[in-house]
Antibody, heavy 119, light 109 residues
Framework: QVQLVQSGAEVKKPGASVKVSCKVS????????MHWVRQAPGKGLEWMGG????????IYAQKFQGRVTMTEDTSTDTAYMELSSLRSEDTAVYYC????????????WGQGTLVTVSS | EIVLTQSPGTLSLSPGERATLSCRAS???????LAWYQQKPGQAPRLLIY???SRATGIPDRFSGSGSGTDFTLTISRLEPEDFAVYYC??????????FGGGTKVEIK
């Protein structure tokens, strides 16, 4: 069973960057393909990007291209999502969710990290 | 990008009633790669259905999924008190690029 523990809530000013971490246990990060999904307050789920094991590359949703970077530290089984040039519309709960196996569905989710962007 | 439109936005029903939720795609979802999730306030989403009609592990059989192409349905045969929540569809036919629908809230009438 995969367990995911994310870093704590953050408050950032517009224009700043935030880096959210997601620590994996029960599996190694190399056995998973980590994805990130966000949810603005009272809104729906929004896929941000994730690792494509077929190409060996990380794919980002066009909306976030150039502003988001997803990385992994396999020595600590920790995944990271960094979002730059923050604006108020980036206020949201950010979830890590690994793809395990062939299908791009998410059986496991982190607990979520609230990022608040406010001046 | 495949856009998923869920309807209705809100469904007001009583416990014991049948719930029918719709998810319509802007283009055909290949291989019926369509999933459904349930989300309760303050919680992460929970996978219910994948491959349009296969229940995830531990999901009660009152939840069923159907459909193909551009039209998909999630049915809850008899609503239990714990089923009142928001439901999202997700397509992965264009994986690794994924999209979610806007959600349907099932509320107590």
């Amino acid at each position: 069973q995969v367990q995911l523990v994310q870093s704590g809530a953050e408050v950032k000013k517009p224009g700043a960057s935030v880096k959210v971490s997601c620590k994996v246990s029960g599996y190694t990060l190399t056995e998973l393909s980590m994805h990130w999904v966000r949810q603005a307050p009272g809104k729906g789920l929004e896929w941000m990007g994730g690792f494509d094991p077929e190409d060996g590359e990380t794919i980002y949703a066009q909306k976030f291209q150039g502003r988001v970077t997803m990385t992994e530290d396999t020595s600590t089984d920790t995944a990271y999502m960094e979002l730059s040039s923050l604006r108020s519309e980036d206020t949201a709960v950010y979830y890590c969710a690994p793809k395990e196996g062939g299908s791009y569905v998410f059986d496991y989710w982190g607990q979520g990290t609230l990022v608040t962007v406010s001046s | 990008e495949i856009v998923l439109t869920q309807s209705p936005g809100t469904l007001s029903l009583s416990p014991g009633e049948r719930a029918t939720l719709s998810c319509r795609a802007s283009q055909s979802v290949s291989s019926s790669y369509l999933a459904w999730y349930q989300q309760k306030p303050g919680q992460a989403p929970r996978l219910l259905i994948y491959g349009a009609s296969s229940r995830a592990t531990g999901i009660p059989d009152r939840f069923s999924g159907s459909g193909s192409g551009t039209d998909f349905t999630l049915t809850i045969s008899r609503l239990e008190p714990e089923d009142f929540a928001v439901y999202y569809c997700q397509q992965y036919g264009s994986s690794p690029r994924l999209t979610f629908g806007g959600g349907t809230k099932v509320e107590i009438k």
